[in-house]
């Protein structure tokens, strides 16, 4: 077991808390670096799939997080017209929770390990040997540093560490209006129910995020200008989902615009996950476009396993080498698999059907979309 030391992280994301916490949990000093003044999670619903929850239950706060979000008991799959084409119990998410309601879980767990969070405290660079380096020139030292530091890394550019970044066709916008009777109606047939309508190169997902809240992503191809405005382009919307003008004009009413930005999804693959002392974690290390909700899910899986490797093996190197290789497979599986799901948007409409019914007909086919949700992390019992 490599002896524990110090760690400084960049980042207080999904990545950054659960390793602060992994670590911190296993005898280390941790000091997590926020550039953000308050802990403030980006976009608010997050689907939770198992995987998602057995890390909660390994770190004691499963009941907690779970009660600040929806238990989801059906995905129904939508053509345009609004027609369904599927309808499968537990699809893609078991629950939907704010993602402000789990960081801040994450960080209140982290401080009673004893984990340092700083806000209001930027990165600008992290060296092999082991220093970082916060705007404003202060230094620190670390036996590891975490770059968690989220898709647009800073340390990973610094370290020349990415092999590929290929930014997707597509993109998309999230927001959150209240939640009416109207669409608790939808939820009395079987259960709560996420929706995801597929019309032309546009791709609506709807998902009660609270009791009292509705999430919403609009996707849709970057060239597409009236699919990416915001405030919502209720027209063209309108026109690829006819059945959906009450729930558009409602986006276009209650949404927070100043709180929304339309962003361009990215596949991020790197040369490796580490440089001497710096590990990358997270959308740093491995951001995927998010239509198979595990982005968040492989940034703690990944958090926890490197705290697990790090226990393990008898020194930082060979923890890093255990913890990449452990790690890397599933990850990229399910940024293979993500993409392909993702791709359904691309086909004639008259394929769009057979395609997204596939997934009930194969279970081999399932079995890939699922298969990082089926997965034990490391470090984690089985339910
Ligand atoms: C539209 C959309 C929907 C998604 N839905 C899901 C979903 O349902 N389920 C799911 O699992 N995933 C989903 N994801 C993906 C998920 O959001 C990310 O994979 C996840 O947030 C990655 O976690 P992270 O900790 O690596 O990075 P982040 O959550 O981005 O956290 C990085 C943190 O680092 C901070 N930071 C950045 N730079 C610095 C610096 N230089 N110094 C200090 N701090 C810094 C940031 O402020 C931030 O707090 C979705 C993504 C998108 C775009």
Not at 168 to 180: A, D, F, S, T
Request: with cysteine; hydrophobic share 40%.
């Amino acid at each position: 077991m490599a002896k524990p030391g110090h760690a400084e992280i960049a980042g207080a994301g999904f990545g950054g808390l659960v390793a602060a916490i992994g670590l911190a949990d296993r005898g280390w000093s941790v000091r997590v670096h926020e550039r953000r003044h308050a802990l403030h999670a980006e976009g608010y619903g997050i689907a939770i799939q198992d995987n998602m929850t057995l890390i909660f239950a390994a770190l004691g706060i499963l009941d907690e997080t779970l009660a600040g979000g929806m238990e989801i008991d059906r995905r129904d799959s939508l053509k345009g017209n609004g027609e369904v084409v599927l309808s499968l119990k537990n699809g893609l998410g078991r629950y939907r929770i704010s993602r402000r309601h789990i960081v801040s879980l994450l960080a209140k767990r982290a401080e009673r390990s004893g984990v340092e969070i700083v806000t209001g405290s930027t990165v600008v660079d992290a060296t092999p040997d082991g220093e970082i380096v916060l705007e404003g020139g202060e230094t620190h030292r670390a036996d590891l540093i975490i770059a968690a530091d989220g898709i647009n890394s800073v340390i990973r550019e610094s370290l020349h560490l990415t092999a590929r970044q290929v930014w997707q066709k597509e993109g998309g916008v999230r927001m959150v209006i209240p939640r009416l009777a109207e669409d608790i109606a939808i939820d009395t047939r079987d259960g709560t129910a996420m929706i995801e309508a597929w019309s032309e190169k546009r791709r609506i997902l709807y998902c009660p995020n609270s009791q009292t809240e509705v999430y919403i992503i609009l996707t849709c191809m970057e060239r597409d200008t009236a699919g990416r405005a915001t405030p919502v382009d209720v027209a063209a919307w309108h026109r690829s989902f006819p059945t959906m003008g009450p729930l558009l004009e409602r986006l276009s009413r209650d949404t927070d615009w100043d709180e929304c930005r339309w962003v361009r999804f990215q596949t991020i693959r790197l040369k490796r996950w580490s440089a001497g002392r710096v590990a990358i974690l997270g959308d740093a290390a491995h951001a995927m476009p998010p239509y198979l909700g595990q982005g968040a899910g492989h940034a703690m899986m990944n958090g926890l396993g490197l705290a697990v490797a790090i226990d393990e093996a008898p020194n930082l190197a060979g923890a890093l080498a255990l913890w990449e290789r452990r790690e890397r497979p599933l990850t990229e599986h399910t940024q293979r698999w993500t993409r392909v799901y993702g791709s359904t948007i691309f086909l004639p409409e008259w394929l769009k059907s057979l395609a997204i019914n596939a997934e009930k007909h194969i279970p081999w086919l399932a079995n890939q979309y699922g298969r990082a949700a089926q997965h034990i992390p490391t470090g984690c019992d089985p339910a």
